[in-house]
């Protein structure tokens, strides 16, 4: 039966208002919720890494592993991010969070925070610069975040390693997560490292994970995405999609030589040249 005019407003108007009360039950307004809508299931193609403008500060495991990401992910965007373009970052996107952003009392906590506002904004896979890669991930295509399993007996994920698709409500709940930690302990105690653990950490995502929203992530398992340090070092390329070097330097400013490492076979391992599959070499017989 054809519809009128004033029945269709009517229907419309209906939408508007229950439409209305979903955003309101949710504490989103219309443009927060627009601005914070899931994006589709897919982990765009972006590679993210975090490290001072003047390389002359890097520890050389720094370059060795930025190399083997460019190396493995060729094909992908490549954003390597500063202090500055973070801040920036939080204040164009999320200026209703720049606030407990900047009040955060260490460096190294706006650098953790930055994590959780980056693969919001821009979904994409985050990697510490002392994470060497191998070979190209396995990762999931299912709307869910992907954190690497923790090699560490306390924890139960670590953000040295992350990826997501844009807009995972996930990390809404690490914004809320580390504001709310921040105005409960503003002090900062002289040993700072468990401090920062628990504040922007690994035991934040673990807080995150345990109230609740364990289900809204997967995990790359520690054993050939992180294995402890003495376990990394016999890492291969059959064995490992890769392995975390732990340069001890994210707490540290300006120069940083980091932590005495073995990567000789990693360095190698960058100057080989890709090998052609068998399907490209097949097709390159029926050529000629």
Not at 81 to 89: K, Q, T, Y
Not at 90 to 113: C, T
Not at 195 to 223: C, F, W
Not at 254 to 269: A, H, P, Q, T, V
């Amino acid at each position: 039966r054809p519809v009128s005019k004033m029945q269709s407003s009517a229907r419309t108007m209906k939408a508007a208002v229950a439409l209305a009360a979903l955003l309101q039950l949710t504490w989103l307004s219309a443009s927060e919720a627009s601005k914070y809508a899931l994006g589709n299931s897919e982990i765009p193609h972006i590679l993210h890494q975090m490290a001072p403008k003047d390389q002359s500060n890097w520890p050389e495991a720094w370059g060795v592993c930025q190399e083997s990401w460019k190396r493995v992910y060729s094909d992908w965007e490549y954003k390597l991010w500063d202090d500055a373009m973070i801040e920036n970052l939080v204040a164009e996107k999320y200026p209703e969070h720049l606030g407990w952003f900047r009040a955060l009392p260490l460096d190294i906590e706006r650098v953790d925070a930055a994590r959780s506002f980056i693969l919001h904004a821009y979904g994409g896979l985050y990697a510490d610069m002392d994470f060497y890669c191998y070979k190209r991930l396995e990762l999931p295509n299912n709307g869910k975040p992907v954190l690497v399993a923790s090699n560490a007996g306390q924890e139960i994920v670590q953000n040295s390693l992350m990826a997501s698709p844009k807009g995972s409500e996930f990390w809404l709940k690490t914004f809320e997560s580390i504001a709310t930690f921040s105005k409960e302990h503003p002090k900062v105690p002289e040993n700072i490292s468990p401090y920062v653990i628990e504040a922007t950490g690994p035991n934040m995502l673990k807080r995150v994970l345990q109230s609740g929203s364990a289900d809204m992530v997967d995990q790359l398992d520690m054993k050939t995405y992180n294995p402890g340090m003495e376990q990394g070092t016999s890492c291969t390329a059959e064995t490992c999609f890769t392995r975390h070097i732990y340069t001890g330097c994210w707490a540290v400013k300006g120069k940083c030589n980091g932590w005495k490492r073995e990567f000789e076979d990693e360095k190698k391992l960058n100057l080989r040249k890709q090998q052609p599959s068998l399907m490209e070499l097949e097709d390159t017989e029926e050529e000629d």
